[in-house]
């Protein structure tokens, strides 16, 4: 009896095929993809993987670049030429699948992993082995997880299939055919093309940032005053109890009553606290925990995690949960994370009783992230290793007792003006002991008692202006799209880089451009349904509805195609109006500095890479070549005033002038070329140029005459006239 299991990943299908049989046999198809091979209760396994999606949406009838509502699936490599590396994995699917007793699917254990493994089968494998397949369902691949998962398989939940065949459709429709839409406003109106993007999720979350770009660029700052003193003894900072003081006329009255007056203690209050443990980590307490602790960006720290869970070490990192059931065997990761000197230290000061501060947020298909116990054999990357101590020093966090403190507040008196110090230290370590990553206050308390009297060193007065609302930083965002129950754990942050890839934002306090926020501006003017928070959260609840029987695929389906319709209409009625302004958008997102006849200089591609040039094109004729990969930047040279840009990358990563020539001789500098001739292919001007490999000759009519030689050459041809 031949049973083939499918998995996700490469390294998925070993730890699945070694934990089956430790004699299980490496096998190559094509010679670039492995799979495995096995027995098992008298059964013939094979084992072999995908890599991620192996299918893709794209229209029918070849309507790529239109607006279509009539899709189908296909082989990735096909719909994507980025996809190509796909293929040699589907063929092995296709080759050991054939003819196979029975199936098992064993994809993670979420909605995409669910279509994954599903598309594989009845794709690769034939429809009718959809009658012959069962699930594996594990949160980590440990050995006991696997063999449990093959010896307990379930039923395919049709659920998550039809819950992740509804989400591609509607990201199409709403991503695809809109931003189709858009692009083709552009070409209607301006005849040049423009390649925008949007999406059901990305576009409200651009919409977040830019509401905080305005109220950040709206924000009038309102002046208030502190009164602060500095006391003799030990230096210690007082602070009037009124905090800031927005009247001007109080805090001047303030001080010059306090002014050279010496203070009394007035009252000290002594009261105790309790922080308590934190709780487990789900996907997105981890990653605001790495960027707080480390810096780490959220798709930075989801790839640790990530990578850390196909080898094994902890548990999959996809989750809401933040309940560790009891199911795990807390006892016995313990005792496997003690072979670890430095986590023992800690695990020998775990109380008898192993209770975690479990938090609120469950999750029915995977527990919170945790180590499995199982210890790295082989060394991790400097990322990973940074996760996986996070991860475990958590773990180890949840189950201790709380920490108390200590809090000790005096208020001390100056000419009847209240002024008042705080202090706070550490009564017990608990859970703080042993979690490395978290700061202790432990403040000595001052040696003072109720009616000293306390000589004033120096009283101040601040004049300070109230602050604009913080920026986001990625952590802060994704924070924010789960508070707004927009997006999935899955996808958010992969939202967040989606958009730096776009050039919609940029920074690690992350500021939306031009384009990003005239889009948002247009979109809102002419269609504001596709920037609603509240449409695609209702979206969102009833693509989970699905997975609850509340609702069905088609009826979701359906409801989307009605929204993109409505909006598609709404663009289609402002043509003239949505093209001119994100036009105009594009064009002023590009702007990098002036041009010396008045013009802008802007970022453009043409056939042979990106360049600067001038706006005044053709009349000016300015042009300055980008070097591969190279970024202009917020900055001027000091030599002859145009923009600065980065380019190289690593130690050989430097900045520099856009002009290549700048700080050269004067007489090989110009920003005005010098007229040498007529272009022997179009008729029109020929400039001499220099460039980052020396001085050429190059048609004015360029890009459309893409004309070019060198001095020589030029000098070999007229002769020979």
Not at 515 to 544: A, Q, V, W
Request: charge should be positive; hydrophobic fraction near 30%.
């Amino acid at each position: 009896m031949h049973e083939v299991i499918i998995c996700e990943k490469p390294s998925s299908a070993e730890k699945i095929a070694k934990a089956l049989s430790p004699s299980a046999k490496k096998k190559v198809y094509n010679k670039k993809v492995k799979y495995w091979e096995l027995k098992r209760d008298s059964k013939d396994i094979t084992v072999v993987s995908g890599v991620g999606h192996l299918y893709s949406l794209i229209p029918k009838n070849d309507a790529k670049y239109r607006v279509s509502f009539d899709l189908h699936w296909v082989p990735s490599y096909e719909a994507s030429k980025s996809s190509s590396f796909t293929k040699n994995y589907l063929n092995a699917i296709k080759k050991v699948g054939k003819g196979a007793d029975s199936y098992i699917h064993a994809c993670d254990y979420d909605v995409e992993g669910t279509l994954i493994g599903y598309n594989a089968l009845r794709f690769a494998c034939g429809e009718d082995s959809l009658n012959k397949s069962s699930r594996m369902k594990f949160s980590t691949l440990t050995k006991k997880d696997i063999v449990d998962a093959y010896e307990n398989r379930i039923d395919i939940d049709m659920h998550q299939v039809d819950n992740g065949i509804a989400r591609h459709i509607l990201d199409y429709y709403f991503g695809m055919n809109i931003s189709i839409a858009l692009s083709d406003t552009v070409k209607k109106t301006k005849h040049r093309f423009l390649k925008l993007s949007v999406g059901r999720v990305q576009t409200p979350t651009l919409s977040i940032l830019v509401n905080r770009e305005k109220e950040i660029r709206n924000f009038v700052p309102e002046p208030y005053w502190v009164l602060r003193a500095i006391l003799d003894f030990e230096d210690i900072e007082i602070k009037h109890v009124d905090g800031n003081i927005f009247d001007r006329q109080r805090a001047d009255e303030i001080f010059d009553k306090c002014n050279g007056k010496d203070a009394t203690v007035d009252e000290i209050t002594i009261s105790n606290s309790r922080t308590r443990p934190p709780v487990p980590f789900n996907l997105s307490g981890l990653q605001a925990e790495a960027y707080n602790v480390f810096g780490f960006s959220p798709k930075r720290t989801q790839v640790a995690a990530q990578n850390l869970y196909s080898a094994g070490y902890t548990s999959y990192p996809r989750t809401s949960s933040q309940k560790l059931p009891e199911s795990l065997g807390f006892a016995n990761i313990f005792k496997q994370l003690s072979a670890n000197h430095e986590f023992k230290k800690h695990i020998d000061q775990l109380p008898a009783k192993l209770k975690p501060n479990n938090g609120k947020k469950e999750d029915a298909a995977h527990p919170p992230i945790h180590p499995t116990g199982i210890l790295p054999t082989s060394k991790l990357s400097n990322d990973e290793q940074k996760i996986y101590d996070l991860i475990v020093y958590r773990f180890i966090a949840v189950f201790f007792d709380a920490a108390k403190f200590e809090t000790m507040k005096t208020v001390l008196d100056i000419e009847g003006e209240k002024f008042k110090f705080s202090r706070r230290r550490v009564t017990y370590k608990g859970w703080m002991e042993h979690y490395p990553f978290k700061k202790i206050d432990n403040e000595p308390f001052p040696e003072v008692e109720e009616g000293d009297l306390m000589s004033v060193k120096e009283l101040i007065k601040d004049e300070k202006e109230t602050k604009p609302p913080a920026r986001y930083n990625q952590a802060s965002l994704i924070k924010e799209l789960e508070k707004k129950n927009l997006g999935t754990k899955a996808t958010r942050a992969d939202i967040v880089d989606k958009l730096y890839d776009r050039k919609y934002i940029e920074g690690s306090k992350i500021e939306v451009n031009a384009l990003g926020e005239h889009l948002i501006d247009t979109l809102n003017t002419y269609c504001n349904n596709l920037t609603s928070e509240e449409l695609t959260r209702d979206l969102e609840n009833k693509l989970e509805g699905i997975n609850q029987d509340e609702t069905t695929r088609d009826s979701v389906v359906n409801e989307g195609k009605k929204d993109v319709k409505d909006i598609l209409v709404d663009i289609n009625n402002n043509i003239q109006g949505i093209g001119s302004k994100l036009y105009e958008a594009y064009q002023a997102s590009n702007i990098v500095g002036e041009c010396k006849c008045g013009g802008k200089l802007v970022k453009r591609s043409g056939r042979y890479g990106k360049f600067v040039g001038c706006t005044n094109y053709p009349d000016c004729n300015v042009t300055y070549s980008l070097p591969r990969n190279a970024s202009v930047i917020k900055k001027t040279c000091e030599k002859c005033g145009l923009p600065m840009i980065v380019a190289g990358k690593g130690r050989n990563k430097r900045e520099m002038c856009l002009d290549p020539n700048c700080g050269k001789d004067s007489n090989t500098k110009s920003h005005n070329p010098e007229e040498v001739g007529e272009c022997p292919k179009c008729g029109k001007t020929l400039l001499k140029r220099s460039g980052r490999f020396g001085d050429f000759v190059g048609c004015s009519g360029f890009p459309k005459c893409n004309f070019t030689c060198s001095l020589e050459e030029l000098e070999s041809k007229l002769n020979n006239s």
